[in-house]
């Protein structure tokens, strides 16, 4: 299903990431840069090593202690059909009174702003934090959704976002509250 956001167009998609052809697709990443499971493991498998060496190179020059939840960093996609893969990282759910909405939306936030930054045009997102992080996704969707209306509204550079689920379920969710959010498409 796809909604129009100002210039812009949101686009929620029942899909592997690592299949997505956009400008850059992102990882749900954990602050170490270092890999993990779901998403993280799909993009580093199929994407190949030169991912995974470009992190550490960042960790070594710009984050020795790991990225802070909420920031976003980009790399190479390798071999995977994307220009860019952007790591953001988000919260772990601790039941929604540490902060866990407000660093979600900076993960999307800043993952908007680094992509318009460096010329991207496309970006495909996965549910960020609803897997190992436990994020609810119904909570989470409401969440991505405000703050990337939020952003395509306040800035031109992105033409189109995707958000990349991986279950019917999510799909279903996402779109139930883009469909309350931004009105029928
Ligand atoms: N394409 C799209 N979505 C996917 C894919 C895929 N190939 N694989 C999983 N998902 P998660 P998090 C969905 O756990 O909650 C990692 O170990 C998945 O169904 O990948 O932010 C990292 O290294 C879920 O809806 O990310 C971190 O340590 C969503 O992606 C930690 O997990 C997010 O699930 C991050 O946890």
Known sequence: ??????????ELIHSDITDVEADAIVNAANGTLMGGGGVD????????????EECKRLREKEWPDGLPTGNAVATTAGN?????????????????LHDEAKLLRRSYWNTLKLAAAQGLKSVAFPSISTGTYR??????SRVAITAIKDYLEKEGKIEKVTMVLFSERDLGIYTKSAKTLLGVA
Do not use: D, Q, S
């Open 1 to 10: 299903m796809e909604f129009k956001i100002a210039n812009a167009k949101l």
């Open 41 to 52: 493991a799909a993009i580093h498998n199929k994407g190949g090593p030169k991912i995974l």
């Open 80 to 96: 995977l059909k994307a220009k860019k893969v952007i790591h953001t990282v988000g919260p772990v759910w601790h039941g929604g």
């Open 135 to 140: 994020y609810p996704t119904e909570e989470a």
